[in-house]
């Protein structure tokens, strides 16, 4: 008796991990003429619509460490997709094949808010998610693109950066913001000079947008990756205490504007 209630008790254990795991989906969308390849991922234990956050990803393209990032916010809670912003879910290690690429998109104003548009679509019309809570994260490139979305006048309840170059939102984007804004930065990050962190918040601060500007201090470009070290460029280096302190400052956000009905 003793062994069969020990056997139902397990059999009921193993139905209910089953049950709790996070989920993924690849979805394939369009923007004008162009084909993407996202990924959509979510807790399936979590009942009902939930907050969305719309993931993109650094200038290498729709690897690891952004998918990485969708699975710990699914396991939060959240629904998240990571969109593509080149592609045909196109990658790359190589630095000079980044470069090209991310600058290609960002050549092209227009269509990189059209393609960070299409990719919140994504999330937005995904059945478990909540159309009226939604957020952007973004690493590096993925960072400029979630506040050109912002600039955009986009529905989104937050945004947050983590390394991310700081494109000047022109007096008209600036006012169009309806997100609040965590911007976290290297304090010793060799790429992003003085002058456009100066010219960023001065156009935030005259439009009245609400954002936290958080430097961390020894932190350098790509402090959240932990093989940044790897890539040969002395200006990247992961940092374990910026990468926590910028994923926590990150929570605290999404507590305060996506988790509150």
Request: charged share 30%.
């Given at each position: 008796?003793?062994?069969t209630l020990t056997s139902?008790?397990?059999?009921?254990?193993?139905?209910a991990t089953s049950r709790?795991?996070?989920?993924t989906?690849?979805?394939?969308?369009?923007?004008?003429k162009?084909?993407f390849?996202?990924l959509?991922v979510?807790?399936?234990?979590?009942?009902?619509?939930?907050?969305?956050v719309?993931?993109?990803?650094?200038?290498?393209g729709?690897?690891?460490?952004?998918k990485?990032?969708?699975?710990?916010?699914?396991?939060?809670?959240?629904?998240?997709?990571?969109?593509?912003m080149?592609?045909?879910?196109?990658?790359t290690?190589?630095?000079?094949?980044?470069?090209?690429?991310?600058?290609?998109v960002?050549?092209?104003l227009e269509?990189?808010q059209?393609?960070?548009?299409?990719?919140?679509?994504?999330?937005?019309?995904f059945?478990?998610?909540?159309?009226?809570?939604?957020?952007?994260i973004?690493?590096?490139f993925g960072?400029?693109?979630?506040l050109q979305?912002a600039?955009?006048?986009?529905?989104?309840?937050?945004?947050?950066t983590?390394?991310?170059?700081?494109?000047t939102?022109?007096e008209?984007?600036?006012k169009?913001?309806?997100?609040?804004?965590v911007?976290?930065?290297?304090?010793?990050d060799?790429?992003i000079?003085d002058?456009?962190i100066?010219a960023?918040?001065k156009?935030?601060?005259?439009?009245?947008?609400?954002?936290?500007f958080i430097a961390?201090p020894?932190a350098k470009?790509?402090?959240?990756?932990?093989?940044?070290?790897?890539v040969?460029?002395?200006?990247?280096?992961?940092?374990?205490?910026?990468d926590?302190?910028?994923?926590q400052a990150?929570r605290d956000?999404?507590?305060?504007?996506?988790?509150?009905?």
């Amino acid at each position: 008796m003793t062994r069969t209630l020990t056997s139902l008790l397990a059999v009921a254990v193993l139905a209910a991990t089953s049950r709790a795991e996070v989920k993924t989906k690849e979805v394939d969308y369009s923007h004008g003429k162009m084909k993407f390849k996202g990924l959509m991922v979510w807790d399936d234990s979590v009942k009902g619509k939930r907050p969305g956050v719309l993931v993109i990803h650094e200038w290498w393209g729709l690897n690891k460490h952004a998918k990485d990032q969708a699975e710990k916010l699914a396991k939060l809670g959240y629904v998240a997709f990571a969109c593509d912003m080149y592609g045909e879910g196109k990658v790359t290690e190589h630095p000079k094949e980044a470069k090209q690429m991310s600058g290609e998109v960002r050549a092209n104003l227009e269509s990189w808010q059209g393609r960070a548009k299409a990719g919140l679509e994504q999330l937005k019309k995904f059945e478990k998610t909540d159309p009226t809570r939604l957020a952007a994260i973004g690493y590096c490139f993925g960072g400029s693109t979630a506040l050109q979305l912002a600039y955009t006048g986009a529905d989104l309840k937050a945004v947050a950066t983590f390394h991310a170059a700081l494109p000047t939102p022109k007096e008209k984007e600036a006012k169009a913001i309806k997100a609040k804004l965590v911007i976290n930065h290297g304090a010793a990050d060799s790429f992003i000079p003085d002058e456009s962190i100066a010219a960023f918040r001065k156009k935030l601060d005259d439009a009245g947008v609400s954002y936290k500007f958080i430097a961390y201090p020894g932190a350098k470009h790509s402090f959240t990756v932990p093989h940044a070290d790897k890539v040969g460029n002395p200006g990247m280096a992961y940092d374990e205490k910026a990468d926590k302190g910028s994923w926590q400052a990150m929570r605290d956000l999404f507590k305060e504007t996506l988790d509150a009905k």
